[in-house]
């Protein structure tokens, strides 16, 4: 039986100078894409009229492309404006995801392995999808790692790195947990399985520093200034697992649900803490703050 293919949520993509609701069929069996990987996507958020750091977004996926060697073919204002178009197809009742992407469609001659920069192609597709900062998730130590420089394209937001992610997830999962705690190829923590991670430790805010083996988030970003800026030391550091099971909270960060508290970390119980609170205050309060509507 065929598969559906119907999005699960409103959806409108641009492509090819034009919007078009629904899925819209765009990479075929021949596409470099399709059966080598070379895609890049990113993310931003809209919800009640904003769009926190949209730009920022809108310029690492530029960013994105050219470290996967493919061209850059829009301007970051010309993505930001695409946005703000799109968003009007919307209601406004339901949060949307923003994703701007690249992809190649071609081998390069001689060695069909590498991209064809000459052959990218861009969509931009936004899709309804509700904001989920309020329920607490539980973490397991994954017994998968992220990769290293040397052997992934770690500073590209690329496509290709979310299989690994991807079944961190579902091995955790299996195990009664609602994602996974991923370590480096050294052992140290770096983040989830799809978002940065911060811990707690007697007032002090800890995250692991960035260290190319993971993507250090626009929103871990935001939530390091923020939390600074209201008097809370923060210090990037290699950080083991065994410092997150003596933490006294732990939260993620992310720009999909923002910032989410953590209440189970294998099996040690956490509450919610009042600096992960904190954290998700000072982001709204930031975000609501800032003028994100476009008129």
Sequence with gaps: MAVDTTPRSTTWTFVEGEWVSGNPPLIGPTSHAMWLGSTVFDGSRWF????????????????????????????????????????????????????????????????????????????????????????????????????SPETAMTDAKAGALYPNSGRMVLEAKRRGFDNALA??????????????????????????????????????????????????????????VDDFMTADEIFTSGNYSKIVGVNRLDDRELQEGPIARKALDLYLDWAYSKNSIED
């Design 48 to 147: 009640d009229g904003i769009a926190p750091d949209l730009d920022l977004h809108c310029q690492r996926i530029n960013r994105s492309a050219l470290a996967m060697g493919l061209d850059a073919v829009k301007t970051p204002e010309e993505i930001e404006a695409l946005a703000w178009e799109g968003v009007k197809k919307f209601d406004g009742q339901t949060a949307i995801y923003i994703k701007p992407m690249y992809w190649g469609e071609h081998g390069s001659a001689g060695s069909v392995v590498a991209v064809d920069p000459e052959s990218t192609r861009f969509a931009l597709c936004l899709f309804e999808a509700p904001m989920n900062n309020a329920r607490p998730i539980s973490l397991t130590v994954s017994p998968f790692r992220r990769p």
């Design 183 to 240: 370590r480096d190829t050294n052992g140290n923590v770096a983040e989830t399985a799809s978002s940065n991670i911060f811990m707690v430790k007697d007032g002090v805010v800890y995250t692991p520093v960035a260290n190319r083996t993971f993507l250090a988030g626009i929103t871990r970003a935001r939530v390091i200034g923020l939390l600074r800026q209201a008097g809370f030391d923060v210090i990037e550091a290699t950080l083991s």
